[in-house]
């Protein structure tokens, strides 16, 4: 059973910084695709970035140029940094993976930015 687990939210002052991370117990080289999702109060879950294994990444329009999605092989890990934050990004994140046309999420990390 593959588990996700996310860490690093908080709150934030909008225009800050924040880096979310994301500990698999699998290799995160062996998933098809790793990603960031998120779901604001009231909201649907949303698609912020994702990454192929080949290394090809997309980002959704509201945050292309503020964040970045990346793996750190020596931790393991999907790490997203979040730059010039807005307070349209809080929300819960959650990290998403696929191994073997199986879907995985973490539980979910709370972002809250301020004015």
């Known amino acids: 059973q593959v588990q996700l687990v996310e860490s690093g939210g908080g709150l934030v002052q909008a225009g800050g910084s924040l880096r979310l991370s994301c500990a698999a117990s699998?290799?995160?080289?062996?998933?098809?695709?790793v990603g960031w999702y998120r779901q604001a109060s009231g909201k649907q879950r949303e698609v912020v970035a994702t990454?192929?294994?080949?290394?090809?990444?997309t980002y959704a329009d509201f945050v292309k140029g503020r964040f970045t999605i990346s793996r750190d092989s020596a931790k393991n890990t999907v790490t997203l940094q979040m730059n010039s934050v807005k307070p349209e990004d809080t929300a819960v994140y959650y990290c998403?993976?696929?191994?073997?046309?199986?879907?995985?999420w973490g539980q979910g990390t709370q972002v809250a930015v301020s004015l």
């Open positions: 998403y993976a696929q191994l073997l046309s199986r879907d995985y």
């Open positions: 699998t290799n995160i080289f062996s998933f098809n695709i």
């Open positions: 990454r192929v294994r080949g290394g090809s990444t």
